[in-house]
């Protein structure tokens, strides 16, 4: 008898302390397409957060912009309507009105992965009191990576080439000044816009990166596909500082996976990375003519570029942009 009262008190304990934990939902969305390497390293971050929370926080997520465009999530999640996504840095410069960001994505800024992801990491707490001041919390880097130029009917050796052409621009004020500077028309445009404007004619290209082309659909609009990697594009990771500020502290902790983010961030990274070379290399089997620029040809698109960095300068300061270029300085230094 002795043995069935214990039980009981124990399983009714078990069953109080149960009822007395919250659980959470956390609605996750982004615009990165499904059964994609941006998927696995987001599952790679869920299954860490999942597990530390002893399942208290469980995922549900909203993927290829299910729930509209990147700046309009953004602006959710700075709301605390939605709880958390992965996002490019330009998209969130714009939604959060941050645009000391924009400088990541200046074109012909970085010359490797190693230098972008040595500034990226160096500068994760100076640019993530950026987005606290803001009302989200950064967890994590990714990346989409070098963006190059996909085009219906001709391809893109030089900076001449985007003259008169009407370009898809991403929601940023760089892209946008970087495509005047270059003589194209800028047509910013939410990515689940995109592929119905490239068929329609409203648009003559855009610029992305292979694996994110091909993922959207967006490959098979175009003729042309011309390897600049004139911008290196991060991604980022971010959630709500409203849902972050619901939780107790092992909760928080569980969230931000601070312990694991150098190995969830180079997980991400090489996912991307590998696969992105592997899809370029198929472009010529759907009929996409592929070329690459050349040395000389990609000195002549970087200094066509350079008002575009006098252009933010004016806007931002010239602060972030030296810090910047300083980390870069002693990347470059570091590595001789």
Known sequence: ?????????????????????????????????????????????????????????????????????????????????????????????????????????????FESDKEADYVMDNLFDVIGK??????????????????????????????????????????????????????????????????????????DGYDQTPIFSYSTGWINSVSYFSVTRHIYQPGAIVVSKKFYDKLDDNLKQALIVKSERATLQAKSRSLVRAEDQATLEGFPALGVKVNTLTKAQRDEFKKASEPVYKQLESKVGSHIIKLVRNKIKEYQSSSK
């Not at 399983?11 to 149960?18: A, E, K, M």
């Not at 130029?149 to 004020?173: A, C, H, T």
């Not at 995109?194 to 004619?201: A, D, F, N, R």
Request: net charge neutral; glycine share 10%.
């Open 1 to 109: 008898m002795k043995k069935i009262v214990v039980s009981l008190c124990v399983g009714l304990l078990f069953i109080l302390q149960s009822e007395s934990q919250t659980n959470y939902k956390f609605r996750f969305g982004s615009v990165i397409p499904p059964d994609s390497p941006w998927e696995e390293g987001i599952n790679e971050y869920v299954k860490k957060v999942e597990n530390k929370s002893g399942g208290q926080i469980t995922f549900k997520k909203y993927l290829g912009g299910q729930l509209g465009g990147e700046v309009e999530m953004i602006k959710s999640i700075a709301m605390g309507s939605l709880d958390g996504g992965a996002f490019s840095t330009a998209a969130l410069a714009e939604a959060l009105n941050i645009p000391e960001l924009e400088t990541l994505e200046l074109p012909f800024l």
């Open 130 to 203: 950026y987005f606290e001041d803001k009302g989200v919390i950064l967890i994590m880097w990714g990346t989409n990576g070098w963006r190059s130029f996909g085009v219906k009917n001709k391809p893109i050796q030089g900076p001449n080439d985007l003259k008169g052409l009407k370009m898809r621009s991403q929601e940023s004020s760089v892209y946008i000044n970087f495509y005047k500077t270059m003589g194209s028309t800028a047509v910013p445009l939410a990515i689940p816009d995109v592929l119905m404007s490239l068929k329609t004619g409203m648009v």
